[in-house]
């Protein structure tokens, strides 16, 4: 971290402790890092999407205001998240030096860890709460370590955004290789990656013998393989031989394999031959019961009935629960009271705000906000990257958070077709499976949005060039 950051940071801070309430600063000001400021621009950041979006959201100003007095000059502040390295995000780009979450004043406990990382504590069968919901998947994936797949192989599971595919598949890996098991576990992209480079480095021979070595083969997102032939044909090499032998296969995708319909027909093929689940939104008592789990892993206890509460009105993904319990543990840390006051105010309020039925509306302005252009430059004609990008991140998300139709989000994004809403639609997923940061850019939208509430698979691959 370059010194004049930290130096300049550290007087702002001073100003808004002053400025500030107690539990304001506490909860949303020190647990923001300096990392680098450039050109007028104090970078800072937040432990996690959620946080990031509503420091811009409330504080931006003050904390702008707060930093120029400091350096005696109109100074901007932009507020960022670090990624997080989970196994969902695998190319953990270091993007700047290393920033340490929770801050240093207290030092992590391995829960606290793992609620801010997402990623970090192991996911296993342990710690992945069963229900109504997932109980098929989860069975499933037991069947793949406890060797009883038999006919049943391979698994496909598949599902919305955040209802656990990683994290079962990721159960099984660590199970697997606990007793001695080679696993190969690509999440999609990574599959294609070593691919092309072991086809670059003309070293495709070993990057096949792996698959004769390996006991079990996991591919994660396999829906990022679309319309990727050559990856594809690996991969149904890579099945055959695994198969062959007799190990376990499993795939996890966001859209059952009847919609993934731009894969070969024979890959197609080899996906339905076994055991296919699907893992669904969890109803409340399951929601109910992941809350309590995370909160006791991050060591927050929690009176009941709030629990009950909050597992109303969460009703997304459990991605989006494991946001709000880092909210709930940030709040309570800045707070001498009990735990239920820091949270009514700085958690659950926002969120009832926000969990009501999402309008289109809200939709584009959020999504105009976060983009920087402004509402009218959404819905006009312009056809330019700055303005049809949020465009089209504005029609996916109202495909997937408003439960309008294609024709009225059509209406709503400026009178387009609604046949140009699911082609944007489709290229923004294409995207996310290329491009991770975009990916998890998505998802904080969605989380400040709501969550996920549905998904609505694309199937095919195109450019989303109408809108
Ligand atoms: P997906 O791969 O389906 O998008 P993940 O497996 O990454 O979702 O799950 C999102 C987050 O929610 C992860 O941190 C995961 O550990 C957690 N999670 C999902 N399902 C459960 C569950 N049943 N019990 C506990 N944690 C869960
Ligand atoms: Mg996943």
Request: aromatic share 6%.
């Amino acid at each position: 971290m370059n010194i004049d950051a930290n130096r300049v940071w550290k007087e702002a801070s001073s100003l808004l402790e002053r400025e500030l309430s107690v539990k304001d600063f506490q909860t949303w000001i020190q647990n923001l890092r300096p990392r680098r400021i450039e050109g007028g621009v104090l970078t800072l950041s937040a432990p996690f999407g959620l946080y990031r979006d509503r420091v811009r959201k409330a504080f931006l100003p003050v904390i702008e205001n707060a930093v120029s007095t400091v350096v005696r000059a109109r100074c901007r502040v932009a507020v960022v998240v670090d990624e997080d390295g989970g196994e969902d995000r695998p190319i953990a780009v270091a993007s700047g030096p290393a920033v340490s979450w929770p801050p240093k004043a207290k030092p992590p406990t391995k829960a606290a860890t793992a609620t801010f990382g997402g990623g970090v504590r192991p996911r296993t069968f342990e710690n992945f709460v069963v229900g109504e919901a997932n109980r098929m998947a989860y069975l499933a994936a037991r069947h793949i370590v406890d060797g009883s797949l038999g006919e049943a192989n391979p698994v496909f599971l598949y599902g919305g955004v955040g209802l656990g595919k990683t994290h079962l598949l990721s159960a099984v890996r660590h199970a697997l290789r606990s007793s001695g098991g080679r696993v190969l576990y690509y999440p999609g992209e990574e599959f294609t990656r070593r691919m092309v480079d072991a086809l670059l480095a003309h070293r495709m021979t070993e990057f096949r013998r792996e698959f004769r070595l390996a006991d079990a083969l996991l591919i994660d997102d396999v829906q990022c393989m679309v319309g990727k032939k050559r990856t594809q044909q690996e991969l149904a090499e890579a099945f055959n031989v695994l198969h062959a032998a007799g190990k376990p296969i499993a795939f996890a995708s966001d859209r059952p394999p009847s919609e993934i319909r731009t894969f070969e027909q024979g890959l197609r093929n080899r996906f339905q031959g076994g055991l296919i689940t699907e893992l669904r939104p969890p109803d409340k008592t399951l929601r109910a019961e992941i809350l309590r789990a995370k909160l006791s892993e991050a060591g927050i206890d929690l009176d009941d009935g709030l629990i009950d509460r909050l597992s109303v009105v969460l009703q997304g993904s459990i991605r989006e629960m494991e946001g709000v319990v880092a909210n709930i543990r940030l709040a309570s840390s800045g707070c001498e009271g009990r735990v239920e006051d820091a949270v009514l105010e700085t958690v659950i309020a926002p969120f009832l705000k926000t969990n009501g039925p999402v309008s289109l509306e809200t939709v584009i302005e959020t999504v105009s906000w976060a983009f920087g252009v402004s509402r009218e430059e959404i819905l006009s004609r312009s056809r330019t990257r700055r303005i049809s990008l949020p465009r089209h991140v504005a029609a996916y998300l109202c495909r997937r958070l408003t439960g309008s139709s294609s024709t009225e989000i059509g209406d709503a994004l400026g009178g387009r077709k609604h046949t140009s809403v699911l082609r944007a639609d489709k290229g923004v997923r294409d995207r996310a499976c290329d491009d991770p940061g975009f990916a998890s850019r998505l998802r904080d939208l969605e989380q400040m949005l709501g969550g996920a509430k549905a998904l609505r698979p694309s199937s095919t691959r195109s450019r989303a060039g109408a809108l």
